[in-house]
């Protein structure tokens, strides 16, 4: 059993990530909680729009209070991912959702599922999920050489684009079977599936409570945090970029299912295969993130890759004719947009990674993702705003090209220039040395 973090391993390593039990168990927990997530991406709004007969205004509230938690509570996971270990946190986070996901079958069983009680399952949900997203980001480097962060990024990313795959369009096949809410509960299963996945985990995580440090308070450690993640200009500018583009993605993402189903009455079915593009673009991205970014200057690599993103989520509002074209082009739209975004998505969390020091690395990345996932309620909101003062379809050309420009940030930072990643992390604040 290793008993340190991978930088005191042995230098001789595993042909294969895949033979490491550790993190074999790790990707397969993230796979089937993934599988998981995105039924539930078309089977909790299908929830709200079929069973609740909501409107755009109502369905933006609801993604508005699964998005809350990661901007009210993701600073605080971080320092709790930086004082305790993070594998039990994970276990916790999907145990906790296994039980919460499984109360809306249940209310719906018993005549008590309204608007409201939805509401808040979904925010408790969404607090148990920013919890998660803080500590696995943060715990991968203790189980994977650092030299291999880029392979194992691209493992999970491309798992879970694969759950993306299948996960909406079973979800879309469970909600014409056994309805929106008892599709719900596949979902259930996968997180408790997900919690005895990382429960088998034998490698022991590094104690930091272990490591003699002077005493700290929360306020001081969310500076320290904070400072560092925004005091880095690479860190910062895919940090910006990467939050508006969740902004006017969840504003694509809510127009989208309410005008596929309410303007061009698409059946949960089609939506789940519509969605399902998402994945498949996603997987083949993610599968040869590792390679292109070896392959290419990484920062000239990362600014195309955007760009293209932006292409495809440009062809959702061009969609029209027949219900067939209609499909056809979004899934083409979703495939691109989706391909591309997982280069920019590995290349994000493995610089992220690759500058920071253990020691803060749980702050840093929660600081990073209050930002992020903290701009998903707002696009919620934005967009189920948008979809009632205006019509269905220019409100998801608004998000489409406010989607594109969120390319901006990287433009005016270092980033374009960059030639590959830095070779190691330093103690504290630090410029990346540019190309030359």
Known sequence: MRATAAADRPI???????????FAAFWAAQTVSSVGTQISLVALPLVAVLTLDVDAASLGVLRFAEYLPFLLFTLLFGVWADRWRRRPLMIASNAARAVLIGLVPLATALGLLEL?????????????????????????????????????MGKVSASHSAAEVAGPGLGGLLVQLVSA????????????????SLATIRDSEPDPMAT?????????????????AFGDPYIRATAYTAALGNFFALIVETVFLV???????????????????????GLLGASFANALTRRFPLGRFYVVARLVSGAGALLLPLAGGSTAMLVATCMVGFFIWQAALANTNVINSSLRQALTPEHVRGRMNASVRTLVFGALPLGGLAGGALGSV?????????????????????????????RAFPEQPQAGRREVPAAR
């Open 12 to 22: 001789t390593k595993p042909a294969s990530l895949w033979r490491d039990p550790s």
């Open 390 to 418: 205006i019509d269905l379809h220019t409100a998801l050309w608004l998000g489409a090209i406010g989607y594109t420009l969120s390319v901006v940030p990287v433009l005016l930072s270092p980033l374009p220039r960059l």
């Open 212 to 228: 003699p440090r002077r005493r700290r308070h929360l306020r001081g450690e969310l500076v320290e945090g904070l400072r560092f």
């Open 259 to 281: 005008y596929a189903v309410r303007e061009r009455d698409l059946s949960p079915g089609l939506i789940g295969l519509t969605f399902s593009a998402v994945g498949i673009g």
């Open 116 to 152: 409201p009680l939805l509401v808040v399952i979904a925010f408790v949900i969404g607090t148990c999920a920013a919890m998660f997203e803080v500590c696995w980001l943060s715990y991968v480097p203790s189980i994977v050489e650092r030299d291999r962060l880029v392979e194992a």
């Open 181 to 196: 809410p008892f599709a719900l509960v596949a979902n259930s299963v996968a997180h408790a599936a997900a919690a005895m």
